[in-house]
């Protein structure tokens, strides 16, 4: 498996770890309460299918939103988190 | 037998090798099947459930009976097919399964009660009674089962792993593949072709038929020749491309040393790739199937294919009479092909009935054959042809079902498989792999001609599709066209099994057997028989099997679906795919600054993760570690001690809203620190359980330095990066990881100043560095920091300098230290005096403790958010029931306390219902002169003076206790300050 | 017909003619009381404990593929009760009951092969933790041993103890862990549930889950509509779109979990075993592969097979601790699709809709699971109320932070379990 760091060009899979939905960036607001931060915490879409997920470039430090399919592994696109994409 | 005059194999340069401890002679060219076969060799196997005779099936890595061990010892190299291993000088090769010898095999008993062994026997009895499964069936049946043995022995050989990359990988190296490497190659394409074989040219060598009017694997050294001329094309022979993966990424596994003797400094046995390739051509030919008939598992039985293959390619024939059995034309060659080499060809039986045989040898058309005789190879068969029986002798019977397309990598990412009426097999489905086309015989293409066609095609679309312009076609060259004819036979009615799957003894009645049970599914079928599950993945049976569970559930070929093929498209050793770890190499190992000081002082070197730090520093005279342990506590405790801190993460964070950064991940307040002073700090996850602990010190107004425990220092350094590019991407922070770059150690007593004051360009008191104070700090003329923390309740301090001021550091502070009475101090005297002081690691903050679990919830500023703020009020994580920290002390005298017992009332039976804690951390104070411990005790602070029984059922060791607060030493902290 | 000595005696001298269908291929019915969604193993055994236990029949198993398509027949077939925090420890201390007498209770030989289990670690700090799940196993009533370094020599004498970048310090022997004959658990129940008058519907999909007025009414499926009094979803790997269905979102991702065999060899591994210092567990087949397997691929994913460096990782583990399996070649390797739950621990519940259940999130511990999970789960249909030994199992534990098992302690990240 091969993604696309922003920085840093196509990479092996090896150079990356992977956090989970990209949802996780869509945190609530501080007086949101607990059943809004449990639900943002542990509940997923986990779709069959496309998906946008968490990944972290060990080499460089940089986040990734990469937006992937999860029945083909096809990579289809990668943002550096810092621009917000949720 | 040899022929003489005929195939690759040097005739006139003799290879000894042996077999069963038989001294035989091959030539240098040869595989070990040729040259057992040129031996007069049949038998060579047993299989792997009636433990049935068999000999060489094929020519190629599917082989699924001529298993062999390779070497001896350490090198003892179980299940080489005969027909891979090449051969080599002294090579010795071992049959298996098989005992005590391979003609007189005792397990072959199996056979005989083969009508109680039937397909999926075993899930109807052995039940009873209920111990002698593991006492008596299972250890029968596994002595019974598997192929060759494991030597037992470590692992004594190299093996390599690389990566390459390329534009357009070629797997294949037959017509089609050749002729797409060619055209891409001449358009300028990065090429790499890899084959399997130790020669290239696919069936090409293996054949008579032409190619631009020469014989073709002429034809094929022609190509290479011109291939391997380019700069930009890699041939990889011996290289079998196993695996198809995401994104371009192959695996594969080229043979390195495996046919040369050993001779102690030989090449990697093998070089495991991984490829990784924009496009890819898949042209891996077809493989032959067999017919299932009466008895066709005897040794001497074989592929049409293999048979020529013997034939033209290494000059060797099984026996000196072949008949040949097949329901195409393509198997007619063979006859022919043996004819023209002066073998006897006793029969050709063609299962067709209005078919022109131009063959010169006895013609049986419409005919099947019913049986065969012999029991350690073939001897003869019967035909039947118009309800008349002859019978006919032979002693190799070359059989063709048919062909069946090399699909195995198409189907890797789950891409099933076409059925084609038309060559009554499966073709890939387009698309299976991105970026993979399939070109020849791989996808249904017989001819030579037409495999030639589509693989100059397929290269030239590859480059096109690669951006290349002006792509130029080759002419293709002449070759023969025949079409593809042939008539489905899968399976021959008459007495006795009809074999299909012969390693796994799987035979037609046993996929019957599996519908009458209604194992109607492929996969029921193919679990409940083992079907396809050998070691050559079912890639000879499985489309026979197919036809024949079509056949018993009145289902077509289509209808009843195929399984699916999984990676590796040929068995690969654990040693290549994980080649370099074996030892030390399965991860880094980091060293301190100071391990080579450590290592002088007899200190034994323990792993801290991916670290080495010391243990303990023995002195003359100690006998254990306990000694020096507490010799080192009372050390520290009296006078002065230096360990090296510098595996704790160390955080470089600045920023205009570095503070507010950190109140944001710290669960208490950091932008009310000042310049120069030290606060500890707790981290939460959001899940509101305990992250990590740590210092965190503002050198300035907009740059802090935090330490993180040795564990946790990778996962907090992601995790701030996390927060601050995903979560705060707001504030305005930079961070980086300083852990590498500062050698730090604690100078840890009442004496610590004094050592300090030895080196430090400006001498410190307690106005200039008060406790949690800290300073950039000149150290004998080098710029360093200097931290008055602690980690052991005493006046300390951790001076940080330049790694590569790290071990003369070191050395300079151990000498210091010695000055004033003091010394180094390993892991050991650093965990009790962080003990006796209740201090926390990781063995209390596991991942399943809270800040209240802890007592450190009022650290959660109730002024800020901060990540795990919210979660952390969950009902559930402040629960006073929940178990809570607290120190122990033995009530009374005590064989030890132990680390991982369990807690319970006094009096209390010690199970589940009754549990209330259990034991972190223990050890031996000689500061207090008692064990110590901490544990979690539910409702654990309201308990403090009470009594609990300690049970560590597994060390034997049970103590009561006194609950007290989880500070042993100095409650007031007077020392730090002092 | 009963399997036994006997029966296979005289089918050797009838030409196999008389074994019957392990099961019956009937046309789904109108209407149920019970429709399962999922005919894996926990589905099929549910069923067959809705009908022993509780004497209920008119019961459907729905499956989209074949009877035990899903990780009942892709696992490593490893059998154990060491789990150590309350609700985890009395489950699947159940379970492990429920296994040592599956095959007279099912009459099916599943190949259950109590060999023992050893889990090495490999630090100080690691010795203190199995010590800890050691004696939690021991207060359960489960059996557990602590073996020192030359006690790990006696039982595993071909692991490299001198050359090795993290040597064993000991071990923690589970004598009664060991493996099963997978598809033989699925066939097992399912041939049990059969014969007790529930329907086994293959290559049936469900395509909707009917509520009406807050009451689950039935299902819509590839094969037609079906009405239920009861749903019960149990459909690990494809927990989330199913409980889509009924306008759930879980608290699951899923995962691909790699195993592995090897080729056939002579016995050699007697044990299961279990590396602390990287996820890999091995155990050998009875016919003679060794069957293995590590961590997940660490990416979310449907796919069911996974990527190299997973594959490598795993290999790296078994040549630093066992360097003499290094010619073992590796025959197969496959993935199965992990529910991955925030805690590792799975979740057997009501949900908010009358009538619909979930049983889902088995994380790594699906196999072992089978018997216990089945009881428990066809006990809270039938009964309304949740087994004793599931009572922790609830979905909304993530909000009240009560009874989370977090055996890993890696906290709410789902793949890290």
Not at chain 2, 190 to 198: G, Y
Not at chain 2, 872 to 887: N, P, S
């Amino acid at each position: 498996m091969r993604i696309t760091c922003p920085h840093c060009g196509e990479r092996d899979r090896r150079e990356f770890t992977y956090q989970g939905a990209s949802e996780i960036m869509a945190r609530p607001d501080a007086d949101a309460g607990v059943s809004a931060f449990a639900d943002y915490l542990h509940l997923r879409d986990n779709p069959a299918g496309d998906t946008r997920d968490m990944w972290y470039h060990d080499p460089c430090g940089a986040w990734i939103v990469v937006d992937r399919n999860t029945v083909t592994h096809a990579v289809t696109g990668s943002t550096l988190a810092r621009e917000g994409r949720t | 037998m040899r022929l003489k005059g005929k195939g690759f194999p040097d005739q006139q340069r003799s290879v000894p090798f042996t077999f069963d401890g038989e001294r035989m002679t091959g030539h240098a060219g040869d595989t070990l099947a040729s040259a057992l076969l040129g031996n007069g060799v049949r038998l060579v196997g047993r299989s792997f459930k009636y433990h049935r005779p068999r000999g060489v099936y094929g020519a190629g890595s599917e082989e699924p009976n001529a298993l062999v061990t390779i070497g001896h010892g350490a090198a003892a190299d179980p299940n080489v097919r005969a027909t891979v291993q090449e051969l080599y000088e002294g090579l010795e090769a071992r049959s298996q399964n098989r005992w005590p010898s391979l003609k007189t095999d005792v397990m072959a008993v199996n056979d005989l009660l083969s009508p109680f062994l039937g397909a999926g026997f075993y899930y109807k009895t052995f039940m009873w009674p209920r111990s002698f499964w593991e006492k008596l069936y299972e250890p029968f049946i596994r002595r019974a089962a598997g192929l060759g043995a494991l030597s037992g022995d470590h692992n004594e050989d190299r093996y390599e792993r690389a990566f390459a990359f390329c534009d357009l990988l070629v797997i294949g190296a037959g017509p089609a593949g050749l002729m797409a490497a060619l055209t891409a190659a001449r358009a300028g394409v990065d090429v790499i072709l890899a084959d399997e074989d130790s020669r290239m040219g696919g069936r090409l060598l293996s054949e008579t038929t032409e190619v631009d009017g020469k014989t073709g694997h002429l034809w094929a050294d022609d190509v290479l020749a011109e291939l391997r001329g380019m700069d930009n094309v890699r041939l990889m022979t011996r290289t079998t491309v196993f695996g198809a993966y995401d994104q371009g990424t192959f695996g594969a596994l080229e043979r390195v040393g495996h046919h040369k003797p050993r001779k102690g400094d030989e090449l990697p046995r093998e070089c495991f790739w991984r490829i990784v390739a924009q496009r890819s051509i898949l042209c891996a030919g077809a493989l032959e199937r067999p017919i299932a008939f009466p008895n066709n598992d005897r040794p001497g039985i074989m592929s049409a294919s293999a048979v020529r293959s013997f034939a033209n390619r290494y000059g060797v024939v099984g026996a000196p009479e072949v008949a040949v059995f097949a329901n195409n034309d393509d198997a007619h060659r063979t006859a022919r092909d043996l004819i023209a080499a002066g073998v006897k060809v006793s029969a050709l039986i063609d299962s067709r009935d209005d078919v022109e045989v131009k063959v010169d040898a006895p013609v049986f058309t419409g005919a099947r054959v019913v049986q065969t005789s012999g029991r350690l190879g073939l001897e003869g068969l019967t035909v039947e042809q118009g309800g008349r029986r002859h019978g006919i002798k032979a002693g190799v019977l070359a059989m063709s079902g048919g062909w069946n397309p090399s699909v195995h990598l198409t189907c890797h990412m789950n891409g099933r498989p076409v059925w084609d009426a038309g060559i009554q097999s499966f073709v890939p489905r387009d698309g299976a792999i991105p970026g993979m086309t399939v070109a020849g015989a791989a996808r249904g293409r017989f001819s030579t001609a037409a495999c030639l066609a589509d693989g100059a095609e397929q290269g030239a679309a590859a480059a096109t599709a690669l951006g290349r312009k002006n792509v130029i076609s080759p002419d293709v060259p002449h070759a023969e066209g025949a079409a593809y004819r042939h008539q489905p036979l899968w399976a021959v009615e008459g007495r006795g099994r009809k074999w299909i799957d012969f390693q796994n003894d799987v035979h037609v009645k046993d996929i019957k057997l599996a519908a009458q049970e209604n194992f109607r599914s492929v996969e029921h079928m193919k679990r409940y028989t083992t079907q396809g599950m050998a070691t050559d993945q079912g890639k000879n049976s499985n489309v026979v099997a197919l036809a024949v569970l079509a056949d018993a559930t009145g289902r077509g070929i289509p209808e009843t679906g195929t399984t699916t093929f999984r990676p590796p498209y040929s068995p690969v050793a654990i040693a290549a795919l994980g080649a370099g770890a074996q030892g030390k190499g399965f991860a880094p190992q980091r060293f301190t600054t100071s391990h080579a000081a450590s290592i002088a002082r007899g200190a034994p070197m323990i792993e801290a993760g991916l670290w080495y730090r010391p243990s303990y520093f023995p002195a003359t005279g100690e006998k254990t570690w306990r000694e020096a342990c507490d010799r080192e506590v009372q050390m520290v405790r009296s006078t002065v001690g230096v360990c090296d801190v510098s595996t704790l993460g160390k955080i470089d964070i600045q920023g205009p809203d570095a503070a507010a950064f950190l109140d944001f991940v710290y669960t208490n307040t950091m932008s009310t620190l000042k310049v120069g002073k030290v606060r500890y700090g707790l981290m939460l996850r959001e899940d509101g359980y305990v992250l990590d602990d740590g210092t965190c010190s503002r050198l300035g107004e907009m740059h802090f330095v935090i330490t993180t425990t040795t564990a946790a220092a990778a996962l907090v350094m992601r995790h701030l990066d996390f927060v601050a590019q995903a979560l705060r991407p707001d504030l305005d922070v930079q961070i980086v990881s300083v852990t590498e770059q500062w050698a730090q150690f604690g100078v840890v007593g009442a004496k610590s100043r004094e050592v300090l004051n030895t080196i430090l360009d400006k001498p410190i008191d307690d106005d200039s560095m008060p406790y949690m104070g800290c300073a950039d700090v000149g150290v004998a003329g080098v710029s360093g920091r200097l931290f008055r923390i602690s980690f052991s309740g005493e006046h300390a301090y951790e001076v940080a300098v330049p790694a590569r001021f790290g071990d003369s550091l070191y050395r300079l502070l151990v000498a210091n230290a010695e000055m004033f009475g003091g010394g180094p101090y390993g892991m050991e005297a650093l965990n009790v005096l962080r003990i006796e002081k209740g201090f926390i690691t990781h063995a209390e903050i596991h991942g399943r403790t809270t800040a209240f679990d802890i007592g450190m919830d009022r650290m959660i500023s109730p002024k800020k958010d901060c990540i795990g703020k919210t979660l952390a009020r969950r009902d559930g994580l402040v629960d006073e029931g929940r178990e809570q920290l607290v120190g122990l002390k033995p009530a009374g005298a005590v064989k030890q306390l132990t680390a991982g017992a369990h807690l319970f009332d006094a009096g209390a039976v010690a199970t589940r219902e009754n549990d209330q804690g259990y034991v972190t951390s223990v050890c031996y104070s000689p500061t207090v002169e008692s064990y110590l411990g901490l544990a979690f005790l539910k409702n654990g602070r309201a308990r403090h003076g009470q009594t609990v029984r300690l049970v560590d059922h597994l060390r034997g060791i049970e103590a009561l206790c006194i609950v007290c607060d989880p500070v042993f030493f100095d409650p007031e902290g007077g020392r730090l300050r002092g | 017909m009963r399997y036994n000595a006997w029966q296979i005696f005289k089918e050797a001298f009838t030409g196999q003619t008389g074994w019957k269908p392990v099961w019956r291929d009937p046309e789904p019915k109108k209407e149920y009381d019970i429709v399962l969604i999922g005919g894996g193993g926990h589905g099929l055994s549910t069923a067959y404990y809705l009908a022993k236990n509780h004497g209920l029949t008119n019961i459907a198993v729905l499956e989209k593929g074949y009877i035990g398509s899903g990780n009942i027949g892709r696992n490593t077939t490893i059998v154990r009760a060491n789990y150590f925090l309350p609700g985890n420890s009395e489950f699947y201390s159940h379970s492990l009951k429920l296994w040592e007498g599956l095959e007279s209770d099912l009459n099916y030989n599943v190949m259950h092969s109590q060999r023992g289990l050893i889990n090495l670690f490999h630090s100080d700090g690691q010795r203190d933790a199995f010590v800890r799940r050691g004696n939690a196993m021991i207060n359960q009533g489960d059996d557990a041993v602590l073996l020192d370094r030359d006690g790990v020599r006696q039982h595993l004498p071909y692991i490299d103890f001198d050359n090795v970048r993290f040597p064993v310090y000991g071990g923690l022997l589970h004598p009664r862990g060991g493996t099963a004959r997978h598809d033989a658990v699925a066939w097992g129940y399912a041939r049990g549930a059969d014969q007790r008058g529930v329907d086994l519907i293959q290559n049936c999909e469900v395509t909707g889950i009917d509520i009406s007025n807050g009451k689950v009414t039935g299902v819509q499926t590839s094969r037609g509509p079906i009405r239920a009094k009861k749903v019960a979803m149990v459909a690990a790997g494809r927990s989330g779109q199913v409980a889509a269905m009924a306008g759930m979102r879980l608290p699951i991702e899923s995962h691909v979990l790699q195993a592995f065999v090897t080729e056939g060899l002579k016995p050699v591994i007697d044990h299961v075993v279990s590396f602390g210092m990287g996820h890999f567990y091995i155990s050998q087949s009875d016919k003679g592969g060794l069957v293995f397997g590590g961590d997940l691929d660490f990416y979310s994913s449907y796919a069911q097979r996974g990527n190299l460096p997973m594959k490598e990782h795993v290999m790296e583990a078994a040549m630093t601790l066992m360097p003499m399996i290094g010619k073992a070649k590796v025959l197969r390797s496959w993935g199965g699709i992990m529910d991955m739950s925030p805690d590792g621990s799975p979740i057997i519940d009501r949900t908010h809709v009358d009538g619909l259940f979930v049983n889902c999130g088995w994380n790594y511990g699906g196999f072992k699971a089978v018997p216990a999970s089945g009881w428990a789960y066809a006990h809270l249909i039938a009964t309304g109320k949740p087994h004793d030994t599931a009572a922790r199992y609830r979905l909304d534990r993530f909000t009240t932070g009560r009874g989370i098992m977090d055996e890993e302690g890696t906290g709410s990240q789902h793949n890290l379990h």
